[in-house]
């Protein structure tokens, strides 16, 4: 998988883009903990992305503390509005 591939999977398969959508529509929208997590979590990727890049690295890979990371923000959410 590239490491556009990849970085992508690895936010919409834990934010799907219409949950990222309403939350920029409106912050409040599956609450103000989802929203902070999804920020944090689009960062986490956003920073191992760069990181790989500037290794000349062509192909995803994470490590399994920031799988451990990215899905700890998912689940540290009140799950009431989940879809």
Known sequence: MTLQQGATHE??????EHKQRNVALNPVTYGE???KN???GIEVVRGRYQELKLS???????DQATTNLLNSLVEDVDGSFRI
């Open 11 to 16: 936010i919409t398969s834990r934010w799907p």
């Open 33 to 35: 903990q989802y929203a």
């Open 38 to 40: 999804m920020l944090v």
């Open 56 to 62: 000349g690295v062509t192909e995803w890979s994470v």
